[in-house]
T-cell receptor
Framework: DSGVTQTPKHLITATGQRVTLRCSPR?????VYWYQQSLDQGLQFLIQ???????AKGNILERFSAQQFPDLHSELNLSSLELGDSALYFC?????????????FGSGTRLTVV | DAKTTQPNSMESNEEEPVHLPCNHS???????IHWYRQLPSQGPEYVIH???SNVNNRMASLAIAEDRKSSTLILHRATLRDAAVYYC????????????????FGKGTKLSVKP
């Protein structure tokens, strides 16, 4: 157990639907990062939050959004789902943006869009 | 971020040392060298990082060339549990200031360990 909790572990949904992925960071970590991993693209950075504020954006589609709540957990919302959104979605956390302690990743949510 | 080059795959025998190479010829003076690994069906896991000097921790050693254009991750005694994809990533320490917090993953090296 890495200390980063992601729920659900598996999700199967239909095209056009909307889903919410949840991430609880390791205790004390203020930064949360979301990554998408598909077979042909590898690990792609989506978005980063630090203490509730968005800090960096990667290749995140407009259909996707995220937020970090006051208790520091984060949610990634995926809407108007397409077959190509099927992937593993990882959340990672770290202590602070301004010092490097290593990122701790969760075990991921496997999303299957049918 | 500067680019890294790693072999697509490597094989090792159990209980033997493994040297995983990484080339980063365009590394800047403020780039840290990071290694992560991803075991099958799991999220990536931090292994080690360094700037100029060689580094050791409980998981591995990092040997950095004097010109910093290459580095080697050393697993001293490979176990079956070390079979994973190993990623070598450069990250500017300026990024630690908060402007860009993300790690950019390449394709990595898939390490197979034979019993």
């Amino acid at each position: 157990d890495s200390g980063v909790t992601q729920t659900p572990k598996h999700l199967i949904t239909a095209t056009g639907q909307r889903v919410t992925l949840r991430c609880s960071p390791r205790s004390g970590d203020l930064s949360v990062y979301w990554y998408q991993q598909s077979l042909d693209q590898g690990l792609q950075f989506l978005i980063q939050y630090y203490n509730g504020e968005e800090r960096a954006k990667g290749n995140i589609l407009e259909r996707f959004s995220a937020q970090q709540f006051p208790d520091l957990h984060s949610e990634l919302n995926l809407s108007s789902l397409e077959l190509g959104d099927s992937a593993l979605y990882f959340c990672a956390s770290s202590v602070a943006v301004d010092r490097y302690y290593g990122y701790t990743f969760g075990s991921g949510t496997r999303l299957t869009v049918v | 971020d500067a680019k890294t080059t790693q072999p697509n795959s490597m094989e090792s025998n159990e209980e033997e040392p493994v040297h995983l190479p990484c080339n980063h010829s365009t590394i800047s003076g403020t780039d840290y060298i990071h290694w992560y690994r991803q075991l099958p069906s799991q999220g990536p896991e931090y292994v080690i990082h360094g700037l100029t000097s060689n580094v050791n921790n409980r998981m591995a050693s990092l040997a950095i060339a004097e010109d910093r254009k290459s580095s080697t991750l050393i697993l001293h005694r490979a176990t079956l549990r070390d079979a994973a994809v190993y990623y070598c990533i450069l990250r500017d320490k300026v990024d630690y200031g908060g402007s860009q917090g993300n790690l950019i993953f390449g394709k990595g090296t898939k390490l197979s360990v034979k019993p």
